[in-house]
């Protein structure tokens, strides 16, 4: 009798511990799991004109303004932290880019009209280690032949243009595949 008894106290013990183990494992997981999103950071560049999102040119760009589009987007990849920085200035474009460009973080950079006339903005991607990927709202071919030529397309990881502010998803998520 007092074996039975023995062996169904040791049974329960091992499904206890299997249990236990099993809860120890998934909180880990879930733990490392968290720390893996957290470290995920991508900064969103915007150059030149691009603070006036909402306001200009709503025919080609929409009546959003960026900073209501970027609380959608920071729901949507809500593992993701997510950096904006904006300047209409060239060298602070070049700046920032210096700045976060040696961290690993993906940049998703739309330089506006620096775009097609900025060399040094180019030289500024290629000198960094970090992925850029080029965005622009509006199909930039499809428009006046001067924005046809880009200076930082060689240099960037990808180029996305044309499907509005979605464009900017479709770059984050281009970057979280890599
Ligand atoms: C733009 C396209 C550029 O040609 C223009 O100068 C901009 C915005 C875009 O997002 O469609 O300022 O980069």
């Known amino acids: 009798m007092s074996k039975i008894v023995l062996s169904i106290?040791?049974?329960?013990?091992?499904?206890?511990?299997?249990?236990?183990?099993?809860?120890i494992w998934l909180?880990?997981?879930?733990f490392a799991a968290c720390l893996l999103n957290l470290s995920m950071v991508?900064?969103?560049i915007n150059g030149p004109n691009l603070n006036l999102l909402g306001l200009r040119e709503k025919g080609i760009y929409g009546d959003q303004s960026f900073e209501d589009y970027l609380k959608l987007l920071?729901?949507?990849?809500?593992?993701?932290?997510?950096?904006?920085f904006q300047s209409n200035h060239e060298g602070e474009l070049i700046d920032k880019i210096h700045e976060i460009g040696f961290s690993g973080e993906g940049i998703v950079l739309n330089a506006g009209a620096f775009t097609h006339t900025s060399v040094?903005?180019?030289d500024a991607i290629a000198a960094i280690k970090s992925p850029v990927v080029e965005v622009h709202i509006s199909n930039v071919f499809k428009r006046e032949?001067?924005?046809h030529h880009s200076f930082i397309s060689p240099v960037c990881f990808g180029s996305i243009s044309g499907f509005g502010l979605d464009s900017y998803r479709l770059a984050i998520q281009s970057l979280l595949k890599d």
Request: one cysteine or more; charged letters at 15%.
């Open 9 to 23: 106290f040791f049974m329960t013990l091992c499904i206890y511990l299997m249990f236990f183990d099993f809860f």
């Open 27 to 30: 909180t880990n997981y879930t």
């Open 42 to 44: 991508i900064t969103i």
């Open 74 to 84: 920071r729901e949507k990849f809500s593992g993701v932290q997510i950096n904006y």
């Open 120 to 122: 040094a903005l180019a």
């Open 145 to 147: 032949s001067f924005r």
